[in-house]
């Protein structure tokens, strides 16, 4: 297994360094990809890289969502002779004492998904916590399964070789729909899943890219489809079951 570590960001330029610092440590070099940030973000990116030699920028000149975003990133690992990506958001929110875990998870089954299963303190807003547990219902419902435990943490492993053939085969959204539209894509293609629990903290004041209205309605479409695209798949007879690659079966969903 050869991972890099991935960070996509959006003008978190105040919060980007202490991240990076973070994952001193794991001793893996890091790919970020700046998702069209103004000049003072890409002025900060630009030193950060200039002066830690395991940190690698890719620019995109304009802003496409944190999905567009991530898929570049996957298609930049993968082209640069990586098999595996640890991501994490730019904001702080993920806690990088956890990557040992996510790597040993990621080496134990190299094919698996493998997701971050969010252990939130008393600063995680009640209205993100009923979201959360929404979608992973409609996630238990699209996979017929229960094995993914949190279908929104951004922290977490995934296998590019497959990830990388999905998507030059099958569309996807470019915005916050992304991260769950990809677990179901992945959990029909057969792709074992692997969750690590992870502590996730919410800042006080941190900047947020969630757009109350139209990522809902984003996620609300992408749900509808999924569905749509899970009866279909019953109807033809092929199996949509999802598995925890710890276990080695799914459990189908009531």
């Known amino acids: 297994m050869k991972a890099t570590l991935l960070i996509p ?4 330029k105040d919060e980007i360094g202490a991240v990076v610092d973070s994952l001193a440590p794991a001793g893996l070099p890091c790919l970020i990809v700046n998702d069209g940030s103004g000049e003072e973000t890409r002025a900060v ?56 875990a996510f790597i040993a998870a990621m080496a134990d089954d190299p094919r698996a998904l493998v997701l ?31 094995a993914v435990e949190d279908p929104l943490c951004g922290f977490r492993g995934i296998p590019l070789g497959p990830t990388v053939a999905l998507l030059a085969a099958t569309p996807t959204g470019d915005h916050m729909e992304f991260d769950p539209q990809l677990i179901i894509q992945l959990c029909w293609a057969g792709v074992p899943v692997r969750n690590v629990p992870t502590r996730v ?44 690659s710890d276990s080695g079966t799914g459990e189908d969903a009531p």
């Open 201 to 244: 903290v919410y800042r006080s004041g941190g900047l947020s890219h969630f757009d109350a209205l139209w990522d809902n309605v984003r996620l609300s479409g992408m749900y509808t489809r999924a569905l749509g695209g899970m009866l279909w798949r019953l109807a033809l007879g092929r199996g949509t079951t999802a598995s925890r």
């Open 45 to 100: 990116l630009e030193r950060l890289a200039a002066e830690r030699p395991w940190v690698r920028l890719h620019h995109r000149e304009q802003n496409g969502g944190r999905g567009a975003a991530l898929k570049t990133g996957y298609r930049v690992a993968f082209e640069l002779g990586y098999s595996h990506a640890l991501q994490l958001d730019a904001d702080g929110q993920h806690d990088a004492n956890d990557v040992p």
């Open 116 to 146: 971050g299963a969010p252990r939130f303190d008393d600063s995680a807003p009640k209205s993100r916590l009923y979201g959360r547990q929404l979608s992973r219902l409609m996630v238990w419902l699209a996979t017929r399964s229960v």
């Open 9 to 12: 960001i959006y003008e978190h």
